[in-house]
């Protein structure tokens, strides 16, 4: 009886190890899809959880194509320490990274090296709404420093700072072409960010600060035509917002709590 269940746990941890180790690459699609929302997930993954590559794309569901949202494909490699808590990945795509990326730590702490990430804006629209209905086009730079991050109970903090260029940016509601150069940064301090939003050039001028607590926006800032370019962008403006009371010109208020 003893030895038929030890030949049973042995069969039984040969499966459980078999598993892990070729792992199908494909099966982290869903696993992505659950953690984004349906929001995004793997197209034509390649390879096992360990070593494996894929595009990343925007969740269709069905049988339907999957659209890619970042430029290149993404490599990984895991070490298979990650089972006994020491996480090592390595995350490498040299049309989207502007280097490779390592994430590092243990169960419930880890830093992310610092690196850039390019965002095409056409692949917004693939997210769905409002972004379809606005259909941003022009070049984005996603930025961090190292960042820390840990688990909060449930939550995620995060400490250190990523920033958001969106360089000539447009859109179909508008025929001005482009609308102008933004960044954002945020100021991560646990679950809490301070947003500081900025022009850098352009007919559209957008300003504002905000925080992000727990998933939760609170934002107060301003759009406003260039000088000369009040007729151009009037009605733009008005699809945005409210003019702000007491304002000579055509100031219009972002307001999100």
Known sequence: MKRAMLWLLTI???????????????????????????RLTLGDAQGTLWRGSAFVGGAVGGDGPVTPLLPGRFSWRISPLALIGMVEVQLE???????????????????????????????????????????????????????????????????????LEMSDMASRLSSIRPLGSYALALDWTGQRAQLTLSSVKGPLLLSGRGELNNGRLRFSGQAEAARGQEEALANLLNLLGQRKPGSERNIIALEFH
């Open 12 to 38: 039984a941890l040969t499966v459980v190890l078999t598993l892990l180790v070729f792992f199908p690459a494909s099966w982290l699609g869903s696993l992505v899809e659950q953690r984004t929302g349906g």
């Open 93 to 163: 795509n040299s049309e989207a990274l502007a280097q490779p990326v390592s994430f590092k730590g243990g169960w419930s702490q880890w830093r992310l090296s610092p690196s850039a990430l390019l965002l095409p804006a056409e692949g917004l629209s693939g997210l769905g709404a409002p972004l379809n209905t606005i259909a941003p086009s022009g070049a984005m730079r996603l930025s961090w420093t190292g960042l820390e991050l840990a688990l909060d109970g449930r939550q995620m903090a995060v400490n250190g700072r990523t920033t």
